[in-house]
Antibody, heavy 116, light 108 residues
Framework: VQLVESGGGFVKPGESLRLSCAAS????????MTWVRQTPGKGLEWVGH??????????EYAAPVKGRFSISRDDSKSSLSLEMSSLRSEDTGVYYC????????WGQGTMVTVSS | DIQVTQSPSSLSASVGDRVTITCRAS??????LVWYQQKPGKAPRRLIY?????QWGVPSRFSGSGSGSGTEFTLTISNLQPEDFATYYC????????FGGGTKVEIK
């Protein structure tokens, strides 16, 4: 299993950012996928997960990000995305792409910094 | 929401010791609990899932258990090894998933 996150960076409060995760080594279309973040303020935090299409393909989100973040998947490319908008300073942290729910295998993470 | 209290937040132990870490849920969560190990600068690694099932490839000195009420869970490391010094987290995924605050296992 290999998960490679990308797209992290430095943004100002209120701005948007899109994270991507390239997956390989397992049947991506048959896996629920999860985003987890690790922030200085709250430690490890579940961000949300997305079901496989055969289970409906819906996503669920943690309360602090609901309405601002959106998870999507492209099974044809074995790719997972996290679209983040209206970013806040408390969203600063390392974002991990993980297989399954609850998380099993983890990527190396990508850093997001939200600061003015 | 179900709250998770992990204890202790840190402990000091020696190689060869037996170490116990506890997570308490504010209400019953059946066996919907996972344990992770994280080393500095690395992503977490799953050790135990479904409260007591050892992840493939994880040494058998790691074990997990849960109470019948589904509110108290324990991670035990028997015969602590140098590579086990790390931070350990539990995750309840019964509803609105929540990680514990972590337990840092340090060398005495």
């Amino acid at each position: 299993v290999q998960l490679v996150e990308s797209g992290g960076g430095f943004v100002k409060p209120g701005e948007s950012l899109r994270l991507s995760c390239a997956a390989s080594g397992f049947p991506f279309n048959d896996a629920w996928m999860t985003w987890v973040r690790q922030t200085p303020g709250k430690g490890l935090e579940w961000v949300g997960h997305i079901k496989k299409k055969s289970d409906g393909g819906a996503a669920e989100y943690a309360a602090p990000v609901k309405g601002r973040f959106s998870i999507s998947r492209d099974d044809s490319k074995s790719s997972l995305s996290l679209e983040m908008s209206s970013l806040r300073s408390e969203d600063t942290g390392v974002y991990y792409c993980t297989t399954h729910f609850p998380p099993e295998s983890w990527g190396q993470g990508t850093m997001v910094t939200v600061s003015s | 929401d179900i709250q998770v209290t992990q204890s202790p937040s840190s402990l000091s132990a020696s190689v060869g010791d037996r170490v116990t870490i506890t997570c308490r849920a504010s209400q019953g969560i059946r066996s919907d609990l996972v344990w992770y190990q994280q080393k500095p600068g690395k992503a977490p690694r799953r050790l135990i899932y479904a409260a007591s099932t050892l992840q493939w490839g994880v040494p058998s000195r790691f074990s997990g258990s849960g109470s019948g009420s589904g509110t108290e869970f324990t991670l035990t490391i028997s015969n602590l090894q140098p590579e086990d010094f790390a931070t350990y987290y539990c995750l309840q995924h019964n509803s609105s998933p929540l990680f514990g605050g972590g337990t840092k296992v340090e060398i005495k």
